[in-house]
């Protein structure tokens, strides 16, 4: 079977990004298994933009997707062996402290401007200050979303009470619940939050790049397995992923349809707040020491941890940064 040439066009682009040669036919691709924490995040759709692009294909590589609904599902399946690499959020790397077999080792994205605060219409709250006393929906309990909730009680130097914090999984069960009003508000991606904005269903906030401008909102991880026993693949893997961060930033129209395809929006909405997303990424994996000493503290905060772990329990140095040119 002749490839065609829109995928040859692909391959060759893909190659010349990842800095390889493209396999030779009939060569075997190693397949690895990658699961993303959530559905709504523009960065962990770029596995998709990968997968169109021939990027990761030109790094001898075949990629099985998976989604989960939150954090705690994403490294239980990393536990398990069920998945080889995660991409998810940096309150997520204090679960290696606890014992899960998978450390980070790149950060995909920095402080958390593609996080957004919405409130629903029912519950006809207009300003920070109303939410005292109320309900905040996110999709786990020790998720990234439960974290940023909670500085919305330390910032406004309330008592942690101040707020209830409800765990409900993906953000269509925290519509749902914000439009029977048994939520007030939820934290979600600037996307969603702007898509439920612009549909008429709440109004947003604000996001939390000023709330928490040092910070790790996005990183990979990598099961222990193959950190020790096959480093030169964890390499391949990164330095393709970087690539198609590249790519991302390079490529906008490209980037918002794969976007809007992947996490189900509008492109206009995408394409809104494309900026937001790449002023937030992180283009090479490297660790930011301030940033992880937030992380530190936010493992205390969300229980994930009753004491902050040294940075070498929570990940692995020597494979950021990445050069992908």
Not at 88 to 114: C, E, F, L, Q
Not at 169 to 175: E, Q, T, V, W
Request: net charge positive; proline share 4%.
């Amino acid at each position: 079977m002749q490839t065609s040439r829109r995928e040859a066009i692909a391959i060759l682009l893909a190659s010349a990004f990842v800095g390889v040669a493209r396999p030779a036919l009939g060569q075997t691709l190693t397949k690895v298994r990658v699961g993303k924490a959530i559905s709504s995040s523009f960065p962990f759709s770029g596995l998709e933009l990968g997968q169109k692009t021939g990027i990761w294909k030109a790094a001898g590589l075949e990629i099985e997707i998976s989604t989960f609904r939150g954090d705690g599902q994403l490294q239980q399946a990393l536990a398990a062996g069920s998945v080889d690499f995660g991409f998810g959020s940096g309150p997520g790397m204090g679960y290696a402290a606890k014992g899960v077999p998978a450390h980070a080792v790149a950060a995909v994205a920095n402080k958390p401007a593609n996080m957004a605060l919405v409130v629903g219409k029912a519950s006809r709250v207009t300003t920070i200050a109303g939410l005292k006393g109320k309900r905040i929906g996110v999709s786990t309990a020790g998720s990234l979303t439960d974290w940023l909730a909670r500085n919305i009680a330390v910032s406004n130097k309330w008592k942690t009470t101040d707020i209830e914090i409800l765990p409900m999984g993906d953000m269509r069960a925290r519509i749902a619940a914000m439009r029977s009003g048994e939520l007030a508000a939820a934290v979600t991606s600037v996307q969603e939050a702007y898509e439920i904005q612009d549909n008429g269903q709440g109004t947003v906030l604000t996001t939390f790049a000023d709330v928490v401008p040092h910070f790790h909102t996005h990183v990979v991880f990598a099961r222990d397995a193959l950190i020790k026993g096959n480093p030169n693949l964890v390499r391949r893997f990164l330095k393709a992923w970087f690539t198609t961060a590249a790519y991302l930033r390079d490529h906008r129209a490209e980037a918002v349809k794969n976007a809007a395809d992947t996490m189900k929006l509008d492109p206009k909405v995408i394409d809104e707040t494309y900026p937001i997303e790449i002023s937030g990424m992180n283009f090479d994996g490297s660790f930011d020491p301030a940033a992880l000493d937030v992380i530190r503290a936010s493992l205390k905060d969300l229980g994930i941890l009753d004491r902050e772990p040294p940075v070498s329990a929570m990940l692995v140095t020597g494979f950021a940064p990445v050069k992908v040119n």
